[in-house]
């Protein structure tokens, strides 16, 4: 004997319902496994950094795979600068004054102003305009942008990364 036309039509329904709940968990526990603890970058490293990934990629001239993304201090550059090799340039002789504080900052207020981005490859001497040091062949480009206003504000080449340290404990890779 079948069952009638209604008990097969719920049973339908009821197997559609069981089979988008399975697709929800699984696609939940993809984006949660994504979400966790990795060697190169946090969410909010990428997301505070994401507005100059293009153009570190235009840098490298997308040749390389992208190891890090990281949001960086001034005392970050410098350190890293000196890490590679390097010695940093001096501060600007005048600085500009100041604006006085906003009381309403706008709702990205807390995206960081510098990103450090490095990207893994084989970039021979004068592959990338603006490295330093500029003869240099190496493994590693060491990118440094400015989040606020998207530009380059340092490029380093090196074939050996600095080591992790205690004021950059985040400083592994996969």
């Known amino acids: 004997m079948s069952r009638p036309a209604a008990v ?13 709940l399975a697709t929800v968990a699984l ?28 153009l570190a990629r235009d840098v490298v001239h997308a040749h390389g795979t992208l190891t890090l993304i990281r949001k960086i201090s001034g005392d970050d550059i410098d350190a890293i600068t000196r890490d590679v090799g390097v010695v940093p340039p001096p501060p600007p002789a005048v600085k500009p004054p100041k604006p006085p504080p906003n009381p309403n900052p706008p709702a990205g207020h ?15 001497p004068g592959a990338i305009t ?12 060491l990118i440094i942008l400015r989040v606020r206003h998207p530009g380059v504000y340092r ?7 600095p080591p992790a340290t205690a004021h950059r404990p985040w400083w592994h890779f996969f």
């Open 110 to 124: 807390d995206l960081p102003k510098t990103c450090l981005v490095v990207y893994q490859g084989d970039y021979p």
């Open 130 to 141: 603006g490295a330093s040091p500029p003869a240099l062949t190496g493994t590693y480009a």
């Open 27 to 54: 696609f939940v526990s993809v984006v949660a496994g994504c979400a966790g603890p990795h060697g190169g970058a946090t969410t909010s490293d990428v997301a505070g950094c994401a507005a100059v990934l293009p």
């Open 155 to 161: 490029i380093l080449i090196t074939n050996q990364l």
């Open 8 to 20: 097969r039509a719920s049973s339908r329904l009821t197997a559609i319902r069981h089979a988008r």
